[in-house]
């Protein structure tokens, strides 16, 4: 999952709410003391679960697809491995599921289970208890989904690109798959799935599986994910989608009207596919496909295997944001084939991520670009850290007991955690560090590991062959310890030099800079221009940018995010209609929460804020809806 710079670190306190061991997934704590660290930093307290006992190896969906009522029924087949020989309950993840129905196979037969479904917790939904004596090898549940399901987002035909049909996609990542399955919903249980999907005829459905490309669109699909994958990874989409290919291994799915667009912008996909391929081994998901999701949905994209989703906020013309293809592509192997155990360790995915990221943008766009990328990541999470508690700057997250990890995730494990490897890579090279990290993906493929064994492996596989490279002290600073190490190699962009010179000469001269050095700058370079400009500006030097390059209303978010921000607590008004418009089309949390941040800093900016807000909550994922909410809250809480 890409987002960068996402400002969460404000809502953690909000989100942050102790629970009772029944309600909040928490283990017991005799068992934990009881069990070795490794196993320790292995368990999930964000999950009810209790894979050590018994764990799903494979899911059978077969469900029904219900516009009209928002809602997804059917039932849930679970082929269970059980491991602990006592063990006789099977413990699912919920959250607003309408529990119809447990059988068990035993001798071929079904026959009804009896279970308990515990009170709800707002943050981790419902602990669903299956009691299971004779131990079946198969369990079925039969269920209705929530029309507020978290993980769920249906729009009406006036909210897509079209504006002909209906529209649904999941966001199952971090704990939202329990809101549509009832699963052991953590990244440390990993299972195949198929599913069996029935529509109304005139949308194609489409899942984080072996989507056809010629499929028919005709109401009744059929689906098969033979590669283990964690919950988060569980996705489905519906709507008005046509297929166009950009290779043999690879396509695009989105609306008639945006498939072509897509396509011309991420025609360089194989090409990456390739690139990784030569530095970190085959791809494993036999095709890699995107799928271009409406405006609201509220990340840049979403790694699901074989299907990634994707913002159409990238799509900009000029290729200039395709560095987030280049993100969810990497995680087909740090993510999606070597997964975090819990989320205490997502720095074990999105960092490994970013840091690959970066090089598969190097090698296809030159170095000089990936710097600058590097150089906005790095000034950005240094600038979060500022605002952050120290628990939460570090790689190695404490346990989330109580937390939701939604809020618990910024952008420390995916910026610091790309640092920390390129850190390593800087001091033994990449003739070295490249192999070692493809011994990785290679030695964990489809495991869900966690922080203390990638350190083992770090030591045995890569240290010992290049002693003094890295000293006990530093890999605890970058591990353990909150900020960045002062010794840490910082990213530099020649080109950001150059356009910090023409800023500084403008604010002193008010002289623009040169049309012929502008003409060739990129998001990245305007990105850095904008970063610069300081707390305010004068709002007749606004208006001189915005006549000259066009910021108001401007189609790339990258851009609106940073240019509203300083518009309005400028005060240059001419920017507030645009910037109420941008927030009211877009879903993205990255692009819009940035913007309400700031309305919301005036009585008038608040009221304009919640007027807007209205407007597009019926068009915006409940995430993004949650994390508006609680802007709107704080701010409104602080006026009383």
């Not at 072509?260 to 496909?289: C, H, N, P, S």
């Not at 074989?306 to 395709?322: A, Y």
């Not at 939701?404 to 790309?418: C, I, N, R």
């Not at 990449?430 to 290679?442: I, N, S």
């Amino acid at each position: 999952m890409r987002f960068s710079a996402l400002l969460l670190t404000l809502a953690m306190t909000a989100a942050a709410s102790g629970c009772s061991g029944e309600q909040a997934g928490t283990a017991d704590p005799s068992a934990n003391a009881k069990a070795s660290p490794a196993s320790a930093r292995r368990h999930d307290e964000n999950s009810y679960s209790e894979p050590e006992k018994v764990r799903i190896a494979d899911l059978a969906l077969d469900l029904a697809l219900d516009f009209d009522a928002r809602r997804l029924s059917g039932t849930a087949t679970y082929t269970l491995e059980w491991t602990d020989p006592k063990a006789a309950q099977l413990v699912l993840d919920t959250r607003d599921l309408e529990i119809r129905k447990v059988e068990g196979e035993a001798a071929g037969a079904w026959s009804g289970l009896k279970y308990a479904l515990a009170e709800a917790d707002p943050v981790f939904g419902s602990k669903l208890t299956i009691e299971a004596p004779q131990r079946n090898a198969k369990i079925r549940v039969t269920y209705a989904t929530s029309p507020q399901a978290s993980g769920l987002q249906w729009l009406e035909p006036s909210m897509t690109e079209g504006g002909q049909l209906p529209f649904m996609f999941s966001q199952s990542q971090a704990i939202h798959a329990r809101s549509w399955v009832p699963l052991q919903d953590t990244p440390g249980v990993r299972f195949t799935y198929s599913a069996h999907v029935t529509s109304r005829p005139d949308v194609m459905v489409l899942m984080s599986a072996d989507n056809d490309p010629a499929a028919p669109r005709d109401g009744d699909y059929s689906f098969r994910m033979p590669q283990p994958i964690p919950s988060y990874l569980l996705a489905i989409a519906a709507g008005d989608l046509v297929f166009k290919p950009i290779s043999a291994r690879s396509g695009v799915w989105a609306e008639p009207t945006m498939v072509d667009r897509a396509v011309a912008e991420f025609e360089d996909t194989e090409q990456m596919i390739a690139t990784t391929e030569k530095l970190y081994g085959a791809y494993r998901w036999e095709r890699y496909d995107m799928l271009v999701l409406p405006p609201s949905f509220p990340f840049g994209g979403m790694e699901n295997p074989r299907l990634s989703f994707i913002t159409p906020t990238v799509i900009v013309g000029d290729k200039s944001l395709v560095s987030l293809i280049a993100h969810e592509l990497a995680h087909s192997w740090s993510g999606n084939l070597v997964t975090n155990s819990s989320w205490k360790d997502i720095w074990l995915n999105e960092g490994f991520t970013t840091y690959v990221q970066g090089r598969i943008v190097e090698a296809l766009y030159g170095e000089e670009l990936a710097q600058m990328e590097r150089q906005i990541d790095q000034d950005g999470v240094k600038a979060d850290m500022a605002r952050m508690a120290p628990q939460d700057q570090l790689l190695v997250l404490p346990p989330l007991a109580g937390r939701d990890p939604d809020e618990a995730l910024s952008e420390v494990a995916y910026t610091k955690g790309a640092w920390f490897l390129q850190f390593l890579e800087q001091r033994v090279g990449r003739a070295k560090f490249d192999p070692f990290l493809r011994g990785w993906f290679d030695d964990h493929a489809f495991q869900s590991t966690d922080s203390e064994t990638f350190v083992a492996y770090l030591r045995k596989n890569l240290l010992e062959a290049n002693p003094g490279a890295v000293r006990e002290e530093e890999l605890d600073a970058w591990l353990n310890k909150p900020g960045i190490p002062a010794f840490a190699q910082p990213a530099q962009s020649r080109t950001f030099s150059s356009v910090d010179t023409a800023r500084i000469a403008w604010r002193g001269s008010s002289q623009l800079p040169n049309p012929q050095v502008t003409s060739q700058w990129g998001t990245q370079a305007w990105v850095r221009f904008l970063e610069g400009m300081g707390e305010k500006l004068k709002p007749e030097q606004l208006a001189q940018l915005d006549k000259a390059y066009k910021f108001t209303g401007t189609p790339n978010g990258e851009i609106a995010m940073r240019w509203y921000p300083l518009a309005l607590r400028s005060g240059y008004v001419e920017a507030r209609p645009a910037a109420g418009e941008f927030i009211e089309r877009v879903g993205r949390r990255k692009l819009i929460l940035p913007v309400y941040e700031e309305l919301v800093k005036t009585p008038d900016g608040l009221a304009f804020a919640r007027e807007v807000f209205e407007r597009a909550r019926p068009g915006y994922h409940p995430i993004t809806t949650a994390s508006v909410e609680a802007i709107l809250a704080r701010a409104e809480g602080a006026t009383q």
